[in-house]
């Protein structure tokens, strides 16, 4: 093992040999004694070395250049001065790589770069504690979106990811060569997951990437992301939107947790006890009286997702009961009232991060609903025929992982919490 243990285990560990491995963060060379600060993914560590006091050998190996990588054995003994009030007292060191180039970013953050630049050799910015600590975070949530709902009876499904047809109805899909047939990457498992709910996996759960070809270049959105989707038989609306809010508030709750990673980050999360509904309507009344002027069938803009925050007050509050004609063909009109449908949106500290609605579940109700949109039903007879063979009303919604990830870290741009970013321009790394 080039290990025996990582920098925060260690550090309870005065006056017992260890054996850690990392990079050298910082060094400072006063000739007869060396200071290195060793870096892993959970900490940093002072190495430091004196002449007389470890071999000459030792001493000349911790003459290194930052982010050269090694590894040192030797006691842990206390320091109050020392990053953690602890250090390493070396009694090997092993040389394992070094830099053989000047380094395009400094990952230790004293020297700044652009976010693209960044993002060219990610690889080298990762190493930086502020954005490892966005992917520890970032794996936090998904992890806990996997536990809770598996723990409230929810089956994990894997859809496929090359399909025949656009899964949402829309155009805006990337073609893939697949043989001699026609194929996309699926913009969403919203079928699919539909499927297996009539196949009688009636809750299922999909951590899925998804992409979508849309020529947009923004700070929210990406061409490829990750969705954490739900999908409920003999359920409603209301039915969903309850699953949609406790999920929601345990993943934050988990987030909310990593106290060292926020602090790191600058930002604090804080968990509410419930996440209030708003309709449509009492949304749009509220936004007129504060000087919009919107017609009541429109779609929020993103800055007007924000002032909605602004004028509520609250990090986290569900817009429901939406215009049918606004939503995607598959939304369930009201019955009362069927200019209204069954879906909702979940609002993160002024951004949508979830999506959904109750689903049309009869055939003849679907066809209409495409027919009122221009739309040929003979375009869709492969996802209305999956209705035909005894479907249960059921529900369903969809968090975006990264859009969720973004608010928590309280980051300003999506690119911050993809670890490769795929957007109109960025192919490469």
């Avoid at 990437?209 to 969705?227: F, G, S």
Wanted: with cysteine; hydrophobic share 40%.
């Amino acid at each position: 093992m080039m290990r025996t243990d990582y920098i925060d285990s260690a550090k309870k560990k005065v006056g017992e040999g260890v054996t850690l491995a990392g990079w050298v963060h910082e060094i400072r060379d006063i000739g007869k004694l060396i200071f290195i600060q060793l870096r892993d993914k959970t900490g940093i560590m002072q190495v430091i070395a004196k002449k007389g006091v470890v071999p000459d050998e030792v001493l000349e190996k911790m003459k290194r250049n930052k982010e050269d990588v090694i590894s040192v054995t030797g006691k842990i003994a206390e320091n109050k001065v020392a990053p953690g009030g602890v250090e390493i007292v070396p009694s090997e060191v092993k040389v394992l790589s070094v830099v053989e180039k000047k380094l395009p970013i400094d990952p230790t953050g004293v020297v700044e770069s652009d976010l693209d630049t960044r993002l060219n050799y990610r690889y080298l910015d990762l190493r930086k504690p502020e954005v490892a600590a966005i992917f520890r975070i970032k794996s936090a949530i998904i992890q806990e979106f996997r536990k809770k709902t598996m723990g409230m009876g929810f089956q994990e499904v894997h859809p496929t990811h090359i399909v025949a047809a656009a899964t949402e109805g829309g155009t805006e899909v990337f073609p893939v060569e697949y043989f001699e047939q026609k194929a996309f990457l699926a913009q969403s498992p919203q079928l699919y997951k539909q499927l297996a709910v009539v196949g009688g996996i009636d809750k299922v759960m999909i951590t899925s990437p998804v992409w979508r070809a849309e020529k947009h270049h923004t700070t929210t959105h990406l061409n490829e992301v990750i969705q954490m989707d739900v999908e409920m038989g003999f359920a409603d609306d209301n039915d969903a939107m309850d699953v949609l809010s406790e999920v929601t508030l345990s993943v934050l709750g988990e987030a909310a947790k990593m106290k060292e990673e926020l602090a790191l980050l600058k930002t604090e999360i804080n968990v509410p006890s419930e996440i209030k509904r708003y309709t449509y309507t009492e949304i749009v009344d509220r936004l007129n009286s504060e000087g919009e002027n919107l017609e009541w069938g429109e779609d929020f803009s993103k800055e007007q997702e924000k002032k909605i925050y602004g004028i509520l007050g609250e990090d986290l509050f569900i817009i429901h009961d939406w215009p049918t004609m606004s939503r995607a063909f598959y939304s369930m009109p009201r019955e009362d009232k069927p200019e209204v449908c069954k879906a909702y949106d979940l609002l993160y500290k002024g951004l949508e991060i979830s999506s959904g609605a109750q689903r049309i579940h009869i055939p003849e109700m679907l066809e209409e609903q495409l027919r009122k949109r221009g739309l040929d039903p003979a375009n869709f007879q492969f996802y209305i025929d999956a209705f035909r063979v005894g479907a249960p009303p059921h529900s369903g919604w969809s968090i975006g992982l990264e859009r969720i990830t973004m608010k928590a870290t309280g980051m300003q741009n999506i690119r911050e919490c993809m670890m490769f970013p795929r957007d109109r321009t960025r192919v490469h790394p």
